[in-house]
């Protein structure tokens, strides 16, 4: 088996017992919502402390050199090439709501690059899965598929995934990026997970996405599931996706969609 393969297996395993272990616990109430993050609509459930120590758990009992960057537990360092950067409930307000779209995802780097990135959403029953140069693919009760970004669609006729940040100043100036976009495409969808927003536009479902404010744990697996499916993932004028920004669409839209948001500075506060 090739270290890429045995990376696969493992996140793949760890995010299916993951999943079904945090669909097990709802509804999630009262004290365990234990507190808020950076504003009152920035939620951690002791759901998501659970899960991500079992991802770091059973990555330590299989792989105790790597090193693992998770949301709520920070960063550990390791001896080995492989880090994992872990996001162990993505969409966590819709796992509160007990609305479909939140995944467990978890995406391992090989000297600093990720080369394998899985995106488990329970609810929905759908594993999406990439390994670099190997493609994406999405499993779920029909079987296994390859996953293919749409390609050429025109602006007028893309349907634009986003996403909005918890404090209120950045979401006052995300709603004004909004305003400049809405009336350009054919719709927008909020669906409340990057990841999840990542893995539809790999499926062909929507035809572009941005956001600002994403953390790397949000983006590293959906962003290979992304590339894998044939799209295109970057940042604001040639930059790399990250926190300031990240625009994900197929080829013949991506460019499109960037000079349409550019100019509504859609980095700022
Ligand atoms: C979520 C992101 C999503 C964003 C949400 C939230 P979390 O991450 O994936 O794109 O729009 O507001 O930040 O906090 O649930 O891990």
Request: hydrophobic share 40%; net charge negative; proline share 6%.
């Amino acid at each position: 088996m090739s270290l890429h393969e045995e990376l696969l297996e493992l996140a793949l395993e760890i995010a299916g017992e993951t999943g079904r272990m945090l669909v097990g616990k709802r509804p999630v109430e009262g004290p365990a919502v234990v507190q808020t993050k950076s504003s009152p609509t920035d939620v951690v459930t002791q759901m998501d402390r659970a899960a991500e120590q079992l991802i770091v758990e059973r990555i330590r009992a299989a792989r105790p050199a790597d090193a693992i960057l998770g949301e709520e537990s920070g960063a550990s360092a390791g001896g080995s090439a492989v880090r994992w950067v872990v996001d162990p409930i993505d969409g966590t307000v819709n796992y509160l709501y007990d609305l479909p779209d939140w995944s467990v995802s978890i995406a391992a780097e090989i000297d600093g690059r990720t080369a394998v990135g899985v995106v488990e959403v329970p609810r929905r029953g759908e594993t999406y899965l990439a390994v670099r140069g190997g493609g994406a693919r999405l499993r779920d009760a029909a079987g296994e598929r390859p996953l293919r970004c749409t390609a050429d669609v025109p602006l007028n006729r893309a349907l634009v995934a986003t996403g909005f940040g918890y404090e209120s100043r950045r979401r006052a100036h995300q709603a004004r990026v909004l305003t400049g976009v809405l009336p350009h495409v054919r719709d927008i969808r909020r669906g409340g997970a990057c990841s999840v927003d990542l893995c539809t536009l790999a499926a062909g479902r929507v035809d572009g996405y941005y956001e600002r404010g994403v953390q790397l744990w949000d983006i590293a697996a959906g962003t290979l599931i992304v590339e894998e499916a044939g799209g295109r993932v970057g940042g604001l004028h040639g930059a790399a996706p990250g926190p300031e920004f990240v625009l994900a669409a197929g080829p013949g839209t991506f460019e499109a969609l960037h000079d349409l948001l550019a100019p509504l500075d859609p980095a700022r506060d």
